[in-house]
């Protein structure tokens, strides 16, 4: 057989996950932003044509990706201060600790979110 | 623990290859260098690994145990050893030789490439450099030159696994040390080495080679140092 | 062009640290406040602070994204080279067209 060359099961560690939720994340955001222009971009066709297109969003499957949305911009954001906190404050730290803060913060934003978000339908003209 | 058997899985071949097992009984204070020196010597003389100082000096031993890379010598048994099981393997990011032998070339290659040579200049100096051993310089370069080369932070880098242009981290953190001696006179070319392709940009601080360094080293850091030295030096081409 | 991409995307980092930490107390504000579309555009139009914050975000990412990109598709696929550095310049200006006709079509909504 082949010998292996893939993650070490040693390689679950603090810096190695965050480095990949890091990733991940911004994978997914990049992925996700010319959906989100072209749906605010909508807003162009009048409050009406907004107003549909935002409809679509008014189920719980998008709704669930939404809360994974604003995770990953969390996650995002929390491990790139750490990673320019090394970078250019040569900050030396106890990585697992931080890495939890940043995971501990991802979260609180997303269940931030999720326990406020609503299930109506959008409406262009508040009742 | 004495008295109980160990079971040894041993990578044979090359790249191709296969895991064959061996089974010894633990002793008190085992190292995985006593562990494998019993095998080839008592029940496959055609094992292939390297040795030499025997006493955590010469990084010669490092090789793969358990999933992370190691220096055998200076590894416990009873302290990686999960359930009375030991994997070795050759060092990961190097080609294989025979079976716990890698072939350090590439190691040593970038090691050059990455300008980790002291460059003394086409004048010598008119007297000794006066290096304070308190100065910034001094201790960046105190925090990284006590490298020995074992090439287990390589090992354990998966940007190394994942780019093979990447200079990597024994090698860059040996540069840094070069950008902070005030006697070197080659830091533009060295900074252009660790700028270039496969440089320190290269590092997403994963920190598995801070983590593992035998010699406590942090090359996470020093790789830190280069980006931030070699931004300096980009805009100030610029502005 | 390592060091300039490095430098841009450090920097862009920076400003995005801002951008966003004021988008997610936007997003949570929202939810919390059960604010729908309607609301939002409300508050978004003529908004020229809107309009300023929201473009610099969209320049920002639209810079930060596509080099996070390059660097995947480099180590996890293999792919480098001048045609996919062409490709991510692309991805880029259309993240940029398509983000200030967003942040134009919120603020003139």
Redesign the interface.
């Known amino acids: 057989m082949k010998r292996s060359t893939s993650f070490m099961r040693s390689q679950r560690r603090a810096g190695v996950v965050a480095a990949l939720v890091h990733r991940l994340s911004g994978l997914a955001l990049t992925v996700f932003l010319p959906a989100h222009f072209l749906a605010l971009g909508a807003a162009l066709s009048g409050a009406k044509a907004f107003e549909r297109f935002m409809n679509v969003t008014n189920n719980p499957v998008i709704k669930v990706l939404e809360v994974g949305l604003v995770t990953s911009l969390a996650v995002h954001l929390a491990c790139g201060l750490r990673l320019l906190a090394i970078e250019f404050l040569n900050l030396h730290e106890r990585t697992a600790v931080t890495i939890a803060i940043c995971f501990a913060f991802a979260l609180a934003c997303g269940l931030l979110f999720l326990l406020n978000v609503q299930m109506g339908s959008v409406q262009v003209v508040p009742s | 623990m004495t008295g109980t058997e160990l079971t040894v899985r041993i990578?044979r071949g090359?790249?191709?290859?296969?895991f064959q097992t061996y089974r010894l009984a633990t002793r008190a204070a085992q190292t995985v260098l006593d562990v494998v020196t019993e095998i080839q010597r008592g029940q496959e003389p055609d094992l292939a690994y390297r040795y030499a100082c025997r006493v955590g000096m010469c990084g010669s031993c490092a090789m793969?145990v358990?999933?992370?890379p190691r220096w055998t010598c200076r590894t416990r048994v009873s302290a990686v050893a999960r359930k009375g099981i030991l994997k070795l393997?050759?060092l990961?990011?190097l080609p294989?030789v025979k079976d716990l032998v890698v072939d350090m070339t590439t190691f040593f290659v970038k090691w050059q490439k990455a300008k980790g040579v002291f460059e003394p200049g086409s004048v010598p100096l008119a007297d000794f450099a006066i290096v304070k051993p308190n100065s910034a310089e001094r201790r960046a370069v105190d925090a990284g030159v006590e490298c020995i080369g074992c090439g287990i932070c390589y090992s354990?880098c998966?940007?190394v696994?994942?780019?093979r242009d990447y200079l990597g981290p024994a090698a860059l953190n040996r540069a840094w040390t070069l950008v902070n001696d005030v006697r070197d006179r080659g830091q533009t070319e060295r900074l252009a080495a660790v700028?270039?392709?496969g440089?320190c940009?290269?590092c997403?601080?994963?920190?598995?080679c801070t983590?593992l360094c035998p010699k406590n080293l942090?090359p996470?850091?020093a790789i830190?140092?280069l980006?931030?030295a070699?931004?300096r030096?980009?805009?100030k081409v610029t502005t | 062009m390592n060091s300039a991409l490095f430098i841009a995307q450090r920097m862009t980092a920076v400003i995005l640290a801002f951008a966003v930490a004021i988008h997610l107390v936007t997003i949570i504000y929202a939810a919390q406040h059960g604010l729908t579309a309607g609301h939002i555009l409300q508050r978004t139009h003529g908004n020229l602070a809107f309009l300023a914050l929201y473009s610099t975000f969209v320049i920002a990412a639209a810079i930060h994204g596509p080099i996070g990109l390059r660097n995947i598709l480099r180590e996890w696929l293999g792919w480098w080279g001048h045609r996919i550095d062409a490709s991510l310049f692309a991805f880029a200006l259309m993240l940029l067209a398509l983000g200030l006709r967003a942040a134009y079509g919120v603020f003139v909504a």
Not at chain 2, 204 to 208: F, G, K, R, V, Y
Request: glycine fraction near 12%; aromatic fraction near 6%; charge should be negative.
């Open positions: 990578w090359q790249e191709d290859g296969e793969t358990n999933g992370a393997q050759p990961r990011n294989v354990a998966d940007v696994a994942w780019d700028a270039a392709v440089g940009h290269s997403h601080t994963h920190m598995s983590r942090a996470t850091y830190g140092g980006k931030r070699s931004a030096a980009a805009l």
